[in-house]
């Protein structure tokens, strides 16, 4: 009689899994005291750093988007969190420095593997984004950390513009892209290119608003992404239904799903603000429940149930 033991491979992965959930939890607790405004964006920035990217890049590199998966580096991930436990500093800039490195490495690398067929299918596009979008939400983060405000905006818009791409700008075009593949036709198609479209538009249309240039680009953006966004939510919700009775998709296919539509009506009433003011929650409330809802219900739910449906004999 033999007893079964873990390979090295399996042991290294479970230290390091358990590492990042330390480190993350260590962090939370620490902004959790630390009297800092806007702490729970940190939370769910950080959130998609260290635990939602990892899950999609797997994707990616299983899609032929980006090379074998490599792990990112610890220590990039805990100067992350450093930055964000300082006041903004240059210092603090400096220590999210290496998280923009990564990030517009990874983005160069799926530019370069995209370049060699050129492929303008909306689903290969939507996986091109993912890829690349965070890249732009990790340069707005070091200019945070830096303390600078492009354009005039206030430290809050600087941070959540961080975070925009690295959810709305990472999970939302991954998992359009992931569900066009499977299912292509008009719909999945129509979804992909809407996502596309809003996420850019939204930001520009943010920043229309601040200088009172083009007021309907804010509504136009925020129109696109919900619409786009209810396809994938729909087609998400759809997926789990139609999964094998016992597997692991068919309880998180649904609440990704319905935790993005929850989270897409909020933004369609604080993007419509200035025409329906009563539909729009307040600044803090808004971020925070959108946020949650985005990172923990249709980010990881999603995420997950992508990783299950890709191995052998799921459905």
């Known amino acids: 009689m033999t007893l079964r033991t873990d390979s090295p ?18 962090a939370c607790m620490m902004w959790a005291h630390s009297g800092y405004d806007h702490q729970w964006v940190y939370v769910l920035l950080t959130f998609a750093a260290i635990f939602l990217m990892p899950l999609g890049e797997r994707l990616l590199a299983a899609k032929g988007v ?60 939507c996986l091109l984004a993912a890829a690349t979008f965070p890249a732009v939400g990790a340069a707005w983060l ?27 700008g990472f999970t939302l075009p991954l998992i359009a892209g992931l569900i066009a593949r499977d299912r292509p036709g008009r719909w999945t198609s129509g979804a992909c290119i809407a996502v596309l479209a809003g996420v850019p538009l939204v930001a520009a249309g943010i920043t229309c608003t601040h200088f009172g240039w083009l007021p309907w680009v804010e509504p136009l953006g925020v129109t696109l992404l919900v619409l786009g966004a209810v396809g994938v939510a729909l087609s998400q919700i759809r997926l789990g239904l139609e999964s094998a009775p016992s597997g692991w998709p ?7 799903g319905i935790s993005l539509l929850l989270a897409m009506l909020l933004a369609l009433g604080f993007g419509l603000r200035h025409l329906f003011p009563s539909l729009a929650l307040p600044m803090p409330q808004m971020w925070a429940i959108h946020g949650s809802l985005n990172a923990f219900g249709f980010g990881l739910f999603g995420l997950l149930a992508w990783r299950a449906r890709q191995r052998p004999g799921l459905t």
């Open 9 to 26: 491979a399996e042991l290294r992965r479970t230290f390091r899994i358990l590492g990042h959930v330390g480190l993350w939890l260590l």
């Open 66 to 125: 980006l090379p074998e998966q490599q792990v990112t580096p610890f220590f990039i991930l805990l100067f992350l969190i450093l930055a964000l436990l300082q006041t903004p500093s240059l210092n603090a800039a400096l220590y999210s420095t290496p998280w923009l490195m990564i990030r517009t490495i990874l983005a160069i690398q799926a530019l370069w593997r995209w370049n060699k067929h050129r492929s303008i299918e909306s689903s290969d596009l």
């Open 142 to 168: 070091v200019a945070f950390c830096a303390g600078w405000m492009p354009f005039g905006f206030d430290s809050l818009i600087v941070l959540l513009t961080a975070a925009h791409f690295h959810h709305a």
């Open 250 to 256: 068919r309880m998180a296919f649904p609440i990704s």
